[in-house]
């Protein structure tokens, strides 16, 4: 059974990237499922000055713990002024300082939506830019336009173009892990 690593790249309490992440895990068969809320692993700002002070901090050590105990990785990233949430940049941040090979090299999957009709298009972009550079691992995408209006929790994707584009993405990363 593979262990499958999810989360929502955002600081809401009620962030959809967090519900998306969670729900496309849970479609994977015969998986093990971690869903991780990001206000868990809320740190002091990275800073070069803070690392030499403090050390590491522990929640740093326990989220690259979880992504040592997966199989596979599934992102979904808020988009905030077109780039990360600070809360995943912080991490992300304090993480690498651990070890360069932040993400273990598994296969991911990243994704993002919004209530609009661009999905967090951009910053889907912007990571997948940088994450397939940091893995020797495949790299699968998938944006969601319109969170509200195509999906349900019930049902998934309401859309029959996307639901069969999501698809294709979730069987390849499904072959991967």
């Known amino acids: 059974m593979k262990n ?22 849970s479609q994977i068969k015969n998986a093990n499922v971690n869903v991780l809320d990001l206000n868990d692993f809320e ?8 690392e030499k002070e403090d050390g590491i901090p522990s929640k740093a050590m326990k989220f690259k713990e979880h992504i040592r105990n997966s199989d596979g990785i599934i992102i979904s990233f808020a988009e905030h002024n077109g780039a990360y949430s600070a809360a995943f940049k912080n991490i992300f941040d304090w993480v690498s300082r651990i070890e360069k090979d932040v993400w273990g090299n598994k296969p991911m999957f990243l994704m993002a939506t919004s209530p609009g009709g661009r999905g967090g298009a951009t910053v889907l972009e912007i990571a997948y830019q940088k994450m397939k550079r940091m893995t020797s691992s495949e790299v699968n995408t998938f944006s969601l336009p319109s969170f509200s209006k195509n999906f349900t929790e019930n049902e998934g994707i309401s859309d029959a173009d996307l639901s069969k584009s999501f698809l294709e993405q979730l069987e390849s990363f499904e072959q991967n892990l």
């Open 4 to 25: 499958i690593l999810a989360f929502g790249a955002s600081s809401s309490r009620q962030s959809i990237n967090k519900k998306w992440a969670s729900y496309v895990a």
């Open 43 to 50: 740190m002091t700002i990275y800073s070069i000055d803070k």
